[in-house]
Structure formats: structure tokens, C-alpha cells
């Protein structure tokens, strides 16, 4: 079967195209499938295979995806894989290499040779694949007849091994990542946060369970209400350009308010709203926390309407500095280091009742 090359139009377009959707696989999956599906039209071999390799070189293979039967495969890794001069060859050159050029004896006498001559094929030509600086696989070609395999083919499985190799480290990042937002999303369900996690755009992505009950279920198509102005607001903040804002939603159909403390993460492609209850009877009997003096309730009882430093300094006739320390000495009492946090124990004292004592 005479090989693709590379120098004619067709074989350089379908090369750029395998090379293109290598670039754009985020899975093993997308690898595997983008590798096995193309590389035959990229260079020409009745055997085509793709091996995942593990940390040690006597253990059997993570992975091994192939267009040949079970049966030759299962033959390969008793028989032929031990005695292989070709992966022996590239795992300790770190370089592609076919059976051509390895010396005449050594690979007709192999066992690799053998289990090859069996499905009627005669050359083998291997690649390694390398991630994070260690060789993790190797891509595999096979083929019958008198020509070996050229140097533009040993080339060409040299780039497309380096490409599947980025791939893999960009889907191995990918799942990570995947990893670590799943059970990211677990924890906030878990909690009694309640938060909505947006794209840039505003647009909401993910929202928890306690959020959800506050908002409906039908947050955040829903433009009514409550649910309609916590939208907008989350709206007005991404179409800004602040990287912080408190705000108040309030609907006096449903006598309901809510205090929003909205974030732009900095280098990062999201947007974090923290939602609050905030109840007529609540605005008109903030809960006591004796710990506090009586002036430190009056700044916690800002802090939990939504007010800046600047308008609480302007209602209380103080200056901004005096605001800022009576902050710290309301956080340093009880044991919070965030306004968001006070916001939380202020109206969750008041959830538990009128009576009820900082122990924190």
C-alpha cells in the first residue's frame, strides 16, 4: 500500500487536519478518537495503534487502542511486546524509530517480528509519547510488503507523537479541572451559601441549592419578583466595571428583600454574587450580640443593610477611618474576617432568636 505523503496537497491538508483536531481535544477521549480516526490517511499502515503506557516498563499497558483484532493483540503483549527492538529502541532513545533501521538480525530474529508475520505484516515503525518531560505511550504503525517505512513517515510520527503528547497534558489539565469544580459545586450544596456563580457576561452558570430556594426554580429566566431584580443587578454589575458592589433587591408584593455582595475575580473568567435574606421583621429587629458595644451594633446593623464604609461614616457622623476600626474590633469580637461573614452571624442569630448569644 503506498504511503500518503505529506509533499502532495491532499496528504498536507488531511496532516493539518489531524493536527487541528489534536489541538482541540480537551478529553482522552477526543485524543484517542481524533488520533485513530485520521492517522491512516496521514500515514498509510494496516496496523494503526495508540498505547498508554504505565510507570513501570514490566506492567501490562494503561491503554491500548487499535484497528487489529483482540487476538493479535493479546499475542503482541505475551509474546512480542518482551522482545520488541523497536519500543526497546524508543523507550530508551526517546526517538521514533522503525524496524528498517535496527540491525537486520535483531529484529528478524525478534519475537515482535514473529507475532507481526503471523497477520501477514513485516515492518513496524513506533513512536514515543511524551507528557510533562516523561514518556507516557507510544503511537504504533505496522505494514506488510518489501518497502519500509520512509523518512518522511518516521517525521511525521515524530510531530504527531509530540502533538498527541500536548494533547494529553491538556486533557489531563482539563479533568482536573473538571475534578475540582465538581466537587467545588458539592461543597457549596452542601452549605448554607447562597451563591451564584456567572460567566463575564452576567450570564448565571451555576447556582446553589440554598440559592435556589431563594431565587425559585425558575432563576434565572424568571423576570419577575424578587428572582427578576437579583438578575438585573447581577446584569448591571457585569455590564461595570467595579470589582466589588453591595447592593439591595427588594419586591414589596412578596415583602421580601435581598442584600447582594457582588465579585469580579480578578484574572479569572467569573463573577460571584453571595445572596443574603434580609426580612421585613428582621430590618425592624436586628438581632443583639452582646459582645458588642452598643455603637459596634449600630455598625453591624450597617454592615448587614448593604452599606459602604462611606454612607455608613455619613450616617453615623464619623469619619471612614473610625468605621474601618470599629470594623476590626466587631471582626476581632466575633471571630469573623469579612463583612459577608458578619452579614451571615448577624442573620443567622436572628434566625436561631431574639435570645440567642454570640459563642463564636
Known sequence: MASIERSSGKGVSRYKALLRELNLAMTLEDVRSAYLVAVGHVISAEGIGFYRLSDTSDAPPLEIAANLGSDFLSRYEAFGRPDDPVLKHVLRHRLPVDSGRLPRDEWERSGAREVLALADLSHSMQAPVVKAG???????????????????????????????????????RFEEMETRALVLEGAFDRSSGAVVICRPSGEPVFVTKYAGELLGPSFPADEQGVAGRVRRAIQDFADGGDFARTTQVADPLEDRRLILKLH??????????????????????LPAVEVLSRRE????????????????????FISE????????RIFAKVSVTSRAELVQLVWSLHESGPNHQADR
Open 297 to 316: 451594633q449600630e455598625i453591624a446593623a450597617m454592615v448587614a443593610r448593604g452599606l459602604s464604609t462611606k454612607d455608613m461614616a455619613a450616617e453615623a
Open 264 to 285: 469580579r475575580l480578578r484574572r479569572r473568567d467569573a463573577l460571584v454574587c453571595f445572596l443574603y435574606s434580609d426580612s421585613h421583621t428582621a430590618r425592624t429587629a
Open 134 to 172: 516523561e514518556i507516557v505511550g507510544t503511537i504504533n504503525f505496522a505494514r506488510g510488503g518489501p518497502r519500509p517505512f520512509s523518512e518522511k513517515e518516521l517525521s511525521t510520527a515524530r510531530t504527531l507523537a509530540q502533538h498527541v503528547g500536548l494533547a494529553l497534558e491538556r486533557a489531563h
Open 321 to 328: 477611618n473610625t468605621i474601618k476600626q470599629h470594623l476590626k
